[in-house]
């Protein structure tokens, strides 16, 4: 799977991953930002070869379609490392949240990659979506159900996780703790041998919100031309309703439930709004109960 020089070390790969909307894109524009990484961006190459290709060749019985998918996943790499040698790169970063659903295999054929997985709680995450999806993207959900899904099948996957070369970050705290977390997560990838020295505070000052609704609040702001960092709203539970609750727990409680079991100190949770409303055929508007629906 040498894409790099003859002879030379192949480029390393770091992964970005999580489900959409869940702060992939600034984490990993950030951490690509490092002079001796290349920054590819939400490539979409290793998704192309792992999820998409097998999907939609199905169970076909063609007898060279697994030798073609193989030399599929092959490419994908050789074409991230010959990008970044050719940079003079020892890593690229790869920032598609649509590989954590093949991280199990993309580490299994890349034995020295690095993963950072972003959780994000599905409250905030579904509202982001929605965003999303009036901004024209389809695949983001047509319903508040059809979001919660795209947040539910995103962390599936998280749960078999390579052993010592995962890093899990909360959206929350880098939203509520930015510089702490930020700190965190430099430390602990620089050691696993990822250049965290030259890092840009710049890319943390740029929005990646959905266009219908403008930019929205960074966690950067430039003030003095120097970069400062500051908590932000992760969750807004002013557009959070009992009805939508109704719409979304079925789909989500699984998959949050065991996130919470078994990243207890990493996946957070926004605080609850203190009172929702649900439509009653007949009272009208109620009170719902969360109960531990949160």
């Known amino acids: 799977m040498a894409g790099g020089d003859e002879g030379g070390p192949r480029p390393r790969g770091l992964f970005v991953v999580g489900a959409p909307r869940s702060g992939t894109t600034l984490i990993g524009n950030y951490l690509g930002s490092s002079p001796e990484a290349l920054n590819l961006g939400e490539f979409g190459g290793f998704h192309l070869a792992y999820n998409i290709a097998p999907s939609a060749l199905g169970a076909m019985p063609g007898t060279f379609r697994d030798a073609y998918l193989d030399d599929l ?3 994908a790499a050789w074409f991230a490392e010959g990008l970044a040698a050719t940079e003079g790169r020892g890593w690229y970063c790869d920032a598609t949240p649509f590989n954590l659903a093949a991280m199990g295999r993309i580490a299994a054929d890349l034995p020295d ?3 950072v997985v972003m959780l994000r709680h599905y409250a905030g995450c579904i509202q982001s979506l929605r965003r999303s999806f009036d901004s024209g993207f389809a695949w983001a959900g047509r319903t508040w159900a059809d ?3 795209v947040w539910a099948a ?3 996957s998280a749960f078999e996780l390579p052993p010592g070369r995962t890093v899990l970050v909360s959206y929350e705290a880098v939203t509520g703790r930015p510089r702490q977390t930020l700190e965190g997560l430099r430390t ?3 050691s696993m041998g990822y250049p965290t020295d030259a890092l840009d505070l710049g890319e943390l000052a740029v929005s990646h919100a959905p266009p219908s609704t403008g930019p929205r609040a960074t966690i950067g702001i430039v003030e003095d031309g120097e970069v400062q960092l500051r908590p932000i709203p992760c969750f807004d539970p002013g557009r959070w309703s009992g009805d ?4 979304v727990w079925p789909v989500v409680q699984d998959v ?4 919470l079991e078994q990243y207890p100190t990493v996946y957070g949770s926004p605080a609850a709004p203190r009172r929702l409303w649900v439509h009653h055929d ?3 508007l109620v009170e719902a109960d969360l109960g531990d629906e949160w």
């Open 73 to 75: 996943r092959t490419h």
């Open 113 to 115: 990659a690095v993963f």
């Open 147 to 149: 979001s919660a899904e």
């Open 154 to 156: 995103s962390y599936r």
């Open 188 to 190: 602990t990838l620089a």
């Open 244 to 247: 939508i609750h109704r719409q």
């Open 256 to 259: 949050h439930r065991r996130l």
């Open 282 to 284: 007949i009272q009208g």
